[in-house]
């Protein structure tokens, strides 16, 4: 079993800065994919940003040079820059677990963004 906190959301200002945090804790296999996802009020929920267990990383193209996403041992960090009023939406950090047999997938509870003046 996995679990996932994100903090890190709040309101910011279009320009402005915010930097989401997920902690993990549980076990994670040696194959896994760490992401963000955002969901806009009326919207279905959307890629933002992955990185996997081997390093590569993959980003919407909405958010392309202005987020990054890390990952240390047990936390996965989103860090957003520039951003914009289309920004606003809930964010949720996800484990997707690999193994031979199945896939996992884990969500967090999700935390708020947003963006206005």
């Known amino acids: 079993q996995v679990q996932l906190v994100e903090s890190g959301g709040g309101l910011v200002q279009p320009g402005g800065s915010l930097r989401l945090s997920c902690a993990t804790s549980g076990s994670l296999s040696s194959r896994n994919v760490m992401g963000w996802y955002r969901q806009a009020p009326g919207k279905q929920r959307e890629l933002v940003a992955t990185?996997?267990?081997?390093?590569t990383t993959n980003y919407a193209d909405s958010v392309q040079g202005r987020f990054t996403i890390d990952r240390a041992k047990n936390t996965v960090t989103l860090q957003m820059n520039s951003l914009k009023p289309e920004d606003t939406a809930v964010y949720y950090c996800?484990?997707?677990?690999?193994?031979?047999?199945?896939?996992?997938?884990?969500w967090g509870q999700g935390t708020q963004v947003t963006v206005s003046s």
């Open positions: 990185s996997t267990s081997a390093g």
């Open positions: 996800k484990a997707q677990i690999l193994t031979p047999w199945t896939t996992l997938d884990y």
